[in-house]
């Protein structure tokens, strides 16, 4: 997973305002969390955060929310929230939120290389890139 690592160049977690998302995508795919992945970009589906070690949490705000309320501080645009604990690893940025196509953007990075060093899971990959589209 060399090259999973490098996905988005060099890591400057005390400096890059993206390192929330990067570091995140790239330990999920590090524990081949691909169907939670999948599950996580399906509007709808009842799997609308994931997490895991040390201390990450990927959410989804669904398009047609019945109560807002709870997304009364998510930027207007935000479809995705990032959140590392800092108690798990020190960021200076440990919160953001993305878009829609900028989510995007970071996961189809990361799933091309991560197919290329992982063919045996193509099938889950190319179910998770139509879902970027």
């Not at 992945?37 to 019945?66: F, K, M, Y």
């Not at 189809?108 to 290389?113: F, R, S």
Request: with cysteine.
């Amino acid at each position: 997973m060399t090259k999973l690592q490098d996905v988005y160049g060099v890591f400057d977690p005390q400096h890059d305002a993206a390192a929330a998302i990067k570091f995140a995508v790239i330990v999920m795919l590090m524990d081949r969390r691909l169907r939670d992945l999948s599950q996580l970009l399906t509007d709808g589906h009842e799997v609308a955060t994931i997490g895991g070690e040390p201390g990450w949490e990927i959410e989804r705000r669904d398009e047609n929310v019945a109560d807002a309320s709870y997304y009364a501080d998510w930027p207007r645009d935000a479809r995705f929230r990032v959140r590392i604990d800092p108690e798990g690893y020190s960021l200076a940025y440990p919160e953001m939120f993305l878009d829609k196509p900028s989510f995007y953007n970071y996961i189809k990075k990361a799933i091309n290389v991560y197919v290329a060093e992982n063919s045996s899971e193509a099938e889950e990959c190319k179910k998770i890139s139509s879902l970027l589209l």
